[in-house]
């Protein structure tokens, strides 16, 4: 079946970097967009980023863009999320999902249709 785990979030201060990997297994990862997403307490998801298949092409959401580097090794079956510069904003529960339906590099993240999302990893940044 299809899993994805995400690992790597904690707590940090605001200015400092994370990395998070999601690791993907029960389907071929190297055939599929993925993306990231995220969550904060009250709020409802923000699509944070997404990759195509061979890592080539990537979009961010405005609100991470320049900070945030999405990533993926698919001989390792893993999705990673650089984020740098870390803002108290960007405390949220982190997610990778899977694309099904991809909508084109000009439409909004959201746009795009996902079928599996990951548990989630909680990043937390606070002074």
């Known amino acids: 079946q299809v899993q994805l785990v995400e690992s790597g979030g904690g707590l940090v201060q605001p200015g400092e970097s994370l990395r998070l990997s999601c690791a993907a297994s029960?389907?071929?990862?190297?055939?599929?967009?993925m993306s990231w997403v995220r969550q904060a307490p009250g709020k409802g998801p923000e699509w944070v980023s997404i990759?195509?298949?061979?890592?080539?092409?990537?979009r961010y959401a405005d609100s991470v863009k320049g900070r945030f580097t999405i990533s993926r090794d698919n001989a390792k079956n893993t999705l990673y999320l650089q984020m740098n510069a870390l803002k108290p904003e960007d405390t949220a529960l982190y997610h990778c999902?899977?694309?099904?339906?991809?909508?084109?590099?000009?439409?909004?993240?959201?746009?795009?249709?996902?079928?599996?999302w990951g548990q989630g990893t909680q990043v937390t940044v606070s002074s």
């Open positions: 999902a899977r694309v099904v339906v991809f909508t084109g590099w000009g439409t909004a993240l959201s746009s795009n249709k996902y079928d599996y």
């Open positions: 029960g389907f071929t990862f190297s055939r599929y967009y």
């Open positions: 990759i195509n298949t061979d890592g080539s092409g990537t």
